[in-house]
């Protein structure tokens, strides 16, 4: 059982910057950022793979940036030129091999006008 730690959300104005930090307790093949909006889905917003590949939904390409550190078991999401819109529960995701899913406790993100 892995164990996932995420840190990093806050409130911000729009235009501002914040960085999410997601810790898991063992190795982790794919990692995934997904947000929860009040009254709407869960969406994946990006995914990073062991080997670096990278996905982002449209509407963070040029403002969000998934990286990992496979050393510290760590992914970040950096986020910048922050939009009211992007305001959500922020939660990390992580996958072991093909079946071995884990989640986050999720983190808020609030971007005021």
């Known amino acids: 059982q892995v164990q996932l730690v995420e840190s990093g959300g806050g409130l911000v104005q729009a235009g501002g910057s914040l960085r999410l930090s997601c810790t898991a307790s063992g190795s982790i093949d794919l990692y995934r950022w997904y947000r929860q909006a009040p009254g709407k889905q869960r969406e994946l917003v990006a995914a990073?793979?062991?080997?670096?590949?990278?996905y982002y939904v449209d509407s963070v390409k040029g403002r969000f940036t998934i990286s990992r550190d496979n050393a510290k078991n760590t992914v970040y999401l950096q986020m910048n030129s922050l939009k009211p819109e992007d305001t959500a529960v922020y939660y990390c995701?992580?996958?072991?091999?093909?079946?071995?899913?884990?989640w986050g406790q999720g983190t808020q993100v609030t971007v005021s006008s």
């Open positions: 990073m793979s062991r080997a670096g590949g990278t």
């Open positions: 995701n992580a996958q072991q091999g093909a079946t071995l899913n884990y």
